[in-house]
């Protein structure tokens, strides 16, 4: 099993859908979770970081985090075409006493116009 | 302006050469590290440094050396030893400590080796 995992899509939704992004995690004792977007070419920009169960909102952006099913989702509102991209979950994972941060292999997602 | 900052862009060398990325943050942040991404892959760590003077291995570092004399700088080094150089190298600085790990990338370096 992957540490994290996402489909990699690509995921087509409408201009103003909600594109709804998902990812699962393997270890129980992670504490901190991240997407990132990337742009093709470009290097991964931080979009929304999330740390306790439930909601958090910034924007159009939300972010969605349950640590019983080990799953974090992130929400994109009234979707643009420039939201056009790959967006990676990240989560931090306990290794061998060092903490560091896992990614998936990312979500294409594409908005049509 | 704080940040992060690579360089070159992009980097041609030949086979059995060794060739050095530069990394440098003004962030004040602890812990810095270097990725490999390969296309449709994800990012795969290389090598993490949590202080200086002390870094560790990642998931992918044979072929690949580092080194921390300053906070603000972490190269990476790939030696003619990384039998598949040519990839995308990112480098990324966080804060550390009580469960916040945010990492923020610089704009990356673009290897070639022919």
């Known amino acids: 099993q992957k540490e994290v995992e996402q489909n990699s899509g690509p995921l087509s939704v409408p201009e103003g859908a909600i594109a709804s992004l998902n990812c699962t995690y393997s270890d129980r004792g992670s504490q901190s979770f991240f997407w990132y977007r990337q742009y093709s070419g470009k290097s991964p920009e931080l979009i929304m970081s999330?740390?306790?169960?439930g909601d958090k909102e910034d924007g159009r952006f939300t972010a969605q985090l349950n640590k019983a099913s080990q799953y974090v989702s992130l929400l994109i509102r009234d979707s643009q075409p420039s939201d056009s991209a790959t967006y990676l979950c990240?989560?931090?994972?306990?290794?061998?006493?060092?903490?560091?941060?896992?990614f998936g292999t990312g979500t294409k997602l594409q908005v049509i116009p | 302006d704080g940040g992060i900052t690579q360089s070159p862009k992009y980097l041609f060398r030949k086979e059995g050469q060794n060739v050095t990325l530069s990394c440098e943050q003004n962030?004040?942040?602890?812990?810095m590290y270097w990725y490999r991404q390969d296309p449709g892959q994800g990012l795969r760590l290389i090598y993490y440094s949590q202080i200086v003077n002390d870094f560790q291995k990642g998931d992918i570092a044979e072929g690949y050396s580092v080194s921390r004399e300053k906070k603000e700088s972490f190269p990476l080094t790939v030696t003619s030893a990384q039998k598949n150089p040519t990839a995308f190298y990112l480098c990324a600085s966080s804060i550390q400590g009580q469960g916040f790990y945010e990492q923020y990338f610089g704009p990356g370096t673009r290897l070639t080796v022919t």
């Open positions: 999330i740390y306790s169960n």
């Open positions: 962030l004040n942040h602890d812990a």
């Open positions: 990240a989560v931090n994972l306990n290794s061998g006493g060092y903490q560091k941060v896992t």
